[in-house]
C-alpha cells in the first residue's frame, strides 16, 4: 500500500529530509521525499503497522531544531518505488514554519580550528544544524537557488558532501568552503581578520558585517575606544552590550546563574541581561548606568575569532542611533569614508535579505523572557489555543515597533524595527510586512492598528484599509499575554508604561482592566493629572515634577508651566505611571532627563537596590483612582536616604497592584507594559500577589514593552473577526 505522509512544523532547514531518507532505510521502506513550501511530504509503501512505527519515529527522533506539531496520513493510489530518495521541491499554498538564524555549533567550529580541515578558516562555516536562515532566504520552499548562496556554486568536494544522506551537510543550503564560498574583505589591504583583529587591538572601531546586518565593534576596556563610538553612533549614555568568548570571561564580570548560562549558549545567541558581581569593570562610558551587563557569546566564526584574539567587545548594532540596522556594503562603505570616528570595515558578498538585530533577553521568575525580538527568535510564530479563520495583520505601536501576522493557529510577530517617526525605520517596517506577507502566504483580510490618530503605524493601515479595528493602546499589552499564555477564565491586567492614546481622549499609562468574554473593561486607573504636553513630555523628568507639584497646589518655579497649566495651554490630562517614575525620579534628585527612554525608572531601581529597607509610603486607591498627588506630597515630606524612600516607592506600587487584585477577586493577574521592564518592580508584584494565591502572568515570547503590543491587537481582532 502507498501512504503519503504530509508533515507540518519546522521541518524546512534542519536537515529535515535527509533524516527521513535516513529513516526510510532503517525501516526498508522505498519511496521519496521533498520540500511542500514550508511543509515535508513523503511517499513511501509500507502496511498500516510499519507506517505507524515510522511517523511514531520520525517524530520521537526528529533532527536538532525541528518541531513536528502534525502529521496527516492519507492511503494514495498505489505507486512503485525502486529506492527512496529525495526529490525536487515544489511550491504549495500553506502557511509555513520558516527556521530562525541560529548560531555556529560546535562541531563545525572544530572544524574551523582544525588545519587539516576543508573549513579551516573559513569564516562562513556552517551545516545543516547551523547558521543564517531566515536572513537570506528569498523564497519558500527552502532550497539553495532561493537563498542569497544560489550564486555561490558548490565545488565538486561541497556537492559530494551536500548529495550524500550520511553527511551532516547533506541538503543543508548554506554549504560552502574557502573555494565556493562567499568572500571575506576588509577595507586594508592584508588578511582581513588579521588586520582586524590588529586594528581592534590598537584602539580602533571598526563595522563588521555579520548575519543580520552590522554591528560596530571595539575593545570594551579601551575608554576611549567606546566614546569614539558613541560618537559614531551619537548615543550619549544608553549602556552598549558586551561580546565576550565564553560564559568563563563573562563570570569575571558578572553574576551568571544556570538558566541565564543556557540562554548564552542556546542556539539563539541572545544579549542576556546579567547582574554585575563589582569584581572587574569595564569602563565607565560603556554600561555605568546599570546594575546589568547585555552580555552575549558569538554566535558566528568571526565573531569567535575577534572575542578569542581581543577579548570582550563592545558589539552593537551598526546604525546611527534612531535608525535601523545597516544591511547594505555601500551604505555601510559611504560611512566610512566620511566618519572621523570609523576606521575599518570588515564584509563579505553575501547578501542579507532581512535585517535583524541581536535578540535582549532576561531570566526573571526562573524563566526567559524576551525584551527585544530579532536574530534567533524572528520568524518563530507564537503558538495560539484556536484556529483563526481570518488572516490579520496588525502594526503594533510606532515605539520599538513590529508588527504581527496571524492566520490559523499562530501568530508571528515581526523583529525590532525601532521607532517609526524615523523614515528609514518606516521604510524598513513596511518593506518587511510586504516580504514576511509573501513568503508566509498571509494575504490579510483583517487590519488592525492603535487608536492614535497620529502613529505612523495607524496611518500606514488607513492607506489600506478603509475600515480597520482599532484597539486602545494597552488592552493590546494585556491581550498579548492572554494570547502567549492562553490563559482561560478572567483575567486582571495591570497596563503600566509611558504613554499610550485612551479611549477618552486622554494620555494614559497606569491603567488595570478587567477582562471577560473577550471584552475590556477600564476598572483602575492612575488619577489622571493636568500637565503641559509636547514633545518634552516623555523625556524632561525635571518638568514631569513640576506638573505633579503644581497639581499638589505646591508653588513652582517655572511660570511658563504655572502659567500653561492654568490657562490650559497645551495641555493634557495624563494616567501614566512612567511620566510617575520620571516624577519622583527628580524629586530625589536621581535623574533629571530622560536621555534614553526610562532612564529615570532605571536609574531609580539602581537607587533602589542601595537600601537595606525601604521607607513606607502608600499610593491611596479611591474608588477607582490612585491618588498620585498623595504620593508625591509623601516623598516630598520624607526624611529618609534616597535609596530607601526608592525602593518604598517601588513596594508602594506593588502594594497597590495588590490592594487592586483584593477589590477585583479575580485569580488571574497579567503585568504588562514597558514600566515592568522594571525587574524589582515586577519581581516586587509577582512575590506579593503569589503569596496571596494568584495566578500571575507576564510575557515571555514577545516583549512586555510596546514591541509586544501588535500581538495583543491581532489576538482582540481575532476575537471580533467570525
Request: one cysteine or more.
Amino acid at each position: 500500500m502507498t501512504y503519503k505522509i504530509t508533515v507540518y512544523g519546522l521541518v524546512q532547514g534542519v536537515g529535515f529530509r535527509p533524516f527521513v531518507q535516513r529513516a526510510a532505510e532503517k525501516f526498508n521502506l522505498k519511496g521519496n521525499v521533498k520540500n511542500i513550501g514550508g511543509i515535508v511530504e513523503i511517499f513511501v509503501n509500507a502496511d498500516h503497522k510499519i507506517l505507524d512505527n515510522f511517523v511514531q519515529y520520525l517524530i520521537s527522533h526528529k533532527p536538532v531544531g525541528c518541531e513536528v506539531y502534525k502529521t496527516l496520513n492519507e492511503k494514495v493510489p498505489e505507486q512503485t518505488f525502486d529506492t527512496f530518495e529525495i526529490i525536487e521541491s515544489e511550491y504549495c499554498n500553506v502557511i509555513p514554519v520558516i527556521p530562525a538564524d541560529i548560531g555556529v555549533c560546535k562541531k563545525c567550529m572544530n572544524e574551523f580550528a582544525d588545519k587539516n580541515n576543508l573549513r579551516y578558516n573559513h569564516p562562513f562555516i556552517s551545516c545543516i544544524s547551523c547558521g543564517p536562515r531566515y536572513s537570506i532566504i528569498n523564497s519558500l520552499p527552502y532550497d539553495r537557488m532561493n537563498t542569497t548562496m544560489g550564486i555561490f556554486h558548490m565545488c565538486s568536494t561541497c556537492e559530494e558532501e551536500y548529495s550524500t544522506v550520511d553527511n551532516r551537510r547533506c541538503y543543508a543550503q548554506t554549504i560552502a568552503c574557502n573555494k565556493c564560498g562567499p568572500i571575506l574583505k576588509y577595507t586594508k589591504e592584508g588578511n582581513p581578520l588579521t588586520q582586524a583583529i590588529t586594528d581592534i587591538k590598537n584602539g580602533k572601531v571598526i563595522a563588521v558585517r555579520d548575519i543580520g546586518g552590522y554591528h560596530f565593534v571595539c575593545m570594551a576596556t579601551d575608554e576611549n575606544a567606546v566614546q569614539n563610538l558613541r560618537k559614531l553612533k551619537m548615543r550619549d549614555e544608553k549602556p552598549f552590550a558586551v561580546m565576550f568568548s565564553d560564559v568563563e570571561e563573562v563570570k569575571k564580570y558578572a553574576f551568571v546563574s544556570e538558566k541565564e548560562t543556557e540562554a548564552l549558549t542556546s542556539d539563539e545567541r541572545p544579549i542576556v541581561l546579567v547582574k554585575k558581581n563589582g569584581k572587574n569593570k569595564f569602563p565607565e562610558n560603556v554600561c555605568e548606568n546599570s546594575n546589568d551587563i547585555g552580555a552575549f557569546l558569538p554566535c558566528n566564526p568571526i565573531q569567535f575569532v575577534l572575542t578569542n584574539k581581543c577579548g570582550p567587545l563592545v558589539m552593537t548594532s551598526g546604525n546611527i542611533s534612531g535608525e535601523p540596522i545597516i544591511t547594505s556594503n555601500d551604505k555601510m562603505l559611504e560611512i566610512y569614508k566620511n566618519s572621523h570616528y570609523l576606521d575599518a570595515v570588515l564584509y563579505h558578498n553575501r547578501d542579507i535579505l532581512t535585517p535583524l538585530d541581536d535578540s535582549i533577553v532576561r531570566i526573571i521568575d526562573s524563566d526567559l523572557q524576551l525584551i527585544r525580538r530579532g536574530r534567533g527568535y524572528t520568524p518563530l510564530p507564537v503558538w495560539l489555543d484556536k484556529n483563526i479563520k481570518n488572516k490579520i495583520l496588525a502594526s503594533g505601536g510606532d515605539l520599538k515597533a513590529s508588527f504581527c501576522l496571524m492566520a490559523e493557529n499562530r501568530a508571528y510577530s515581526s523583529q525590532y524595527f525601532g521607532d517609526l517617526e524615523n523614515a528609514d525605520c518606516l521604510e524598513a517596517y513596511k518593506s518587511n510586512i510586504k516580504r514576511m506577507s509573501e513568503m508566509f502566504n498571509i494575504k490579510a483580510d483583517t487590519f488592525v492598528c492603535d487608536i492614535h490618530p497620529g502613529y505612523f503605524s495607524t496611518e500606514h493601515i488607513n492607506s489600506i484599509c478603509k475600515t480597520p479595528i482599532y484597539v486602545q493602546h494597552h488592552m493590546a499589552h494585556i491581550a498579548s499575554v492572554i494570547a502567549e499564555h492562553s490563559i482561560k477564565g478572567d483575567v486582571l491586567g495591570f497596563a503600566f508604561d509611558g504613554t499610550g492614546y485612551g479611549t477618552d481622549g486622554t494620555v494614559w499609562g497606569g491603567e488595570v482592566f478587567e477582562w471577560k468574554d473577550g471584552e475590556f473593561a477600564r476598572k483602575f486607573h492612575l488619577k489622571s493629572i493636568k500637565m503641559l504636553g509636547g514633545d518634552e513630555l516623555g523625556k524632561n523628568a525635571k518638568n514631569a515634577l513640576k506638573n505633579y507639584l503644581w497639581n499638589a497646589g505646591i508653588e513652582i518655579d517655572d511660570k511658563l508651566i504655572s502659567s500653561a497649566l492654568e490657562n490650559d495651554i497645551n495641555t493634557v490630562y495624563s494616567s501614566s505611571m512612567g511620566r510617575l517614575f520620571d516624577a519622583v525620579g527628580a524629586l530625589l534628585g536621581i535623574c533629571d532627563y530622560n536621555t534614553y527612554e526610562g532612564k529615570c525608572g532605571v536609574m531609580l531601581e539602581i537607587e533602589a537596590s542601595k537600601a537595606n529597607k525601604p521607607y513606607e509610603l502608600t499610593l491611596p486607591l479611591n474608588k477607582n483612582e490612585w491618588d498620585v498627588i498623595s504620593l508625591i506630597k509623601q516623598i516630598s515630606k520624607a526624611k529618609a536616604k534616597s535609596s530607601e524612600i526608592s525602593l518604598g516607592f517601588h513596594h508602594a506600587i506593588a502594594n497597590a497592584v495588590v490592594e487592586a487584585c483584593e477589590k477585583s477577586k479575580i485569580k488571574n493577574i497579567v503585568l504588562s507594559g514597558g514600566v515592568f521592564m522594571n525587574r524589582l518592580l515586577t519581581e516586587l508584584c509577582i512575590d506579593k500577589l503569589r503569596k496571596k494565591g494568584y495566578n500571575v502572568y507576564i510575557n515571555r515570547k514577545v516583549p512586555t514593552n510596546d514591541g509586544g503590543i501588535a500581538l495583543g491587537q491581532a489576538y482582540i481582532a481575532s476575537g471580533k473577526v467570525k
